[in-house]
């Protein structure tokens, strides 16, 4: 079956600029979540939803967000890009309601912002 | 608050080594443990999930264990190939929170 699908691959964008990245889970997951990787302080959590709603968030400003539509697929967004900004950004999802089955993650979507 | 700390943070071994990994964590209070391999630019792909009333799981030439009292976990590879070659990561499942907490990998070089 189709794994979780990020896209974009790679975005470029200026600082103050908004950017909204995608992901599409695996089918019949319900759970979805997010996380920044960046070299200096490794992977961390952004934020879970489970049938579109947040269960729970990470230690970020307001500047992220996301959401989750009835199909599951999920977006985040960053608005008023800074250059601290450019990181891997990995989505994950996982089939239960709990975290006991694991988690599945995309490919990522490489954020550069100049 | 869950630490999550991966030692040695980079291996390089000769080819056809066994080898272990190591991982601690700081709250026993877990889901289970997943550890991960990323290739470089690439995402993370799972390897193996220990749930946290188990003490081990194998796939191939990889075995997981898990320790939750000591709050341990060891991956360990056995006839290393040049493939391996990759980032390990460790995440704990926290219970109660649905998120992973990461460590920060450990960076294996295989020599032919």
């Known amino acids: 079956k189709a794994g979780v699908t990020q896209t974009p691959r790679y975005l470029i964008k200026t600082r103050g600029q908004q950017v909204t990245l995608s992901c599409s889970p695996i089918s019949g997951h319900r759970s979805v979540s997010w996380y920044q990787q960046t070299p200096g302080q490794g992977l961390q959590f952004l934020f879970e939803y489970f049938s579109e709603t947040q269960r729970n968030k990470g230690n970020f400003p307001g500047r992220f967000s996301g959401r989750q539509f009835s199909n599951s697929r999920s977006e985040m967004n960053v608005s008023t890009l800074e250059l601290g900004d450019s990181a891997l950004y990995l989505c994950?999802?996982?089939?239960?309601?709990?975290?006991?089955?694991?988690?599945?993650f995309g490919s990522g979507t490489r954020l550069t912002v100049v | 608050k869950q630490e999550v700390t991966q030692i040695p943070a980079a291996l390089s071994v000769p080819e056809g080594e066994n080898l272990v990994l190591n991982c601690s964590f700081t709250d026993s209070a877990i889901y289970n443990l997943q550890w991960f391999r990323q290739d470089p630019g690439k995402g993370l792909t799972s390897l193996l999930l220990?749930?946290?009333?188990?003490r081990e799981q194998t796939s191939g030439r990889l075995n997981a264990s898990l320790d939750k009292s000591s709050g341990r976990s060891t991956l360990y590879i056995a006839a290393s190939q040049p493939g391996d070659s990759a980032t390990y990561l460790c995440a704990v499942g926290i219970q109660g929170a649905q998120k992973l907490v990461f460590g920060q990998g450990t960076r294996l070089t295989i020599n032919p």
């Open positions: 220990i749930q946290s009333s188990q």
């Open positions: 994950a999802s996982s089939g239960g309601q709990s975290s006991l089955e694991g988690y599945t």
